[in-house]
């Protein structure tokens, strides 16, 4: 479990020069209708997330040559919620029957 702070926005945001006023905790205000009343997370920042904690898990899931993802978002990540992984494998022959 992990929880998502201001500091791990602002780090990413920082890092990617991504000044939107969704992550600015001084200025996300601004936004008029603004449905988030809070900074959210930013969306590679999740995704990034996602990987590490996959490459962390690596010995528990059986290897593959490559990896298909499926992301299923309810709402936004704002600071202060919590952050969980669970993977599920899914057999070869259905992700193929998935794409056809």
Request: with cysteine.
């Amino acid at each position: 479990m992990h929880t998502l702070t201001q500091l791990h926005i602002d780090i990413a945001r920082n890092a990617t020069d991504d000044f939107n006023l969704f992550h600015d905790p001084m200025r996300w205000q601004r936004i008029s209708c603004n449905p988030f009343r809070g900074t959210i997370a930013l969306g590679f920042q999740l995704g990034l997330y996602v990987e590490a904690q996959i490459n962390q898990s690596a010995s528990a899931i059986e290897q593959r040559q490559y990896s298909v993802y499926e992301f299923t978002f309810v709402n936004p990540a704002k600071v202060g919620d919590e952050l969980n992984l669970v993977v599920k494998l899914m057999p070869l022959s259905d992700m193929l029957d998935k794409n056809s």
